[in-house]
Nanobody, 124 residues
Framework: QVQLVESGGGLVQAGGSLRLSCVASGLTFSRIGMGWFRQAPGKEREFVSAVNWSGGSTSYADSVKGRFTISRDNTKKTLYLQMNSLKSEDTAVYYC?????????????????WGQGTQVTVSS
């Protein structure tokens, strides 16, 4: 049974930082691409960042480029999202997702498994 469990969300002031983690089980973590998505109230779930199986290739939404960093530790089966210079518009539930494949994709529909999400709230 595949499980993705996010943690690290919380309440932070604008300009602050948070690091999200996503621990995976039930799959061969080192052989899959991973991604982060987010969903704000009343909006569709949107792409944030993605990484390929090795961590050597990454992609970011324009809105977070230069502020967020995605990384992974295959030995720990863990995906990370370091979020710096947070803005109020970053407030959302953040989800990690896994896609069966070595590459990375920004397409929500390409992901096979999803975590339950972690709330990030940025106060201005």
């Amino acid at each position: 049974q595949v499980q993705l469990v996010e943690s690290g969300g919380g309440l932070v002031q604008a300009g602050g930082s948070l690091r999200l983690s996503c621990v995976a089980s039930g799959l061969t973590f080192s052989r899959i691409g991973m991604g982060w998505f987010r969903q704000a109230p009343g909006k569709e779930r949107e792409f944030v960042s993605a990484v390929n199986w090795s961590g050597g290739s990454t992609s970011y939404a324009d809105s977070v480029k230069g502020r967020f960093t995605i990384s992974r530790d295959n030995t720990k089966k863990t995906l990370y999202l370091q979020m710096n210079s947070l803005k109020s518009e970053d407030t959302a539930v953040y989800y990690c997702a896994a896609q069966v494949g070595l590459g990375l994709t920004t397409e929500r529909g390409a992901y096979n498994y999803w975590g339950q999400g972690t709330q990030v709230t940025v106060s201005s």
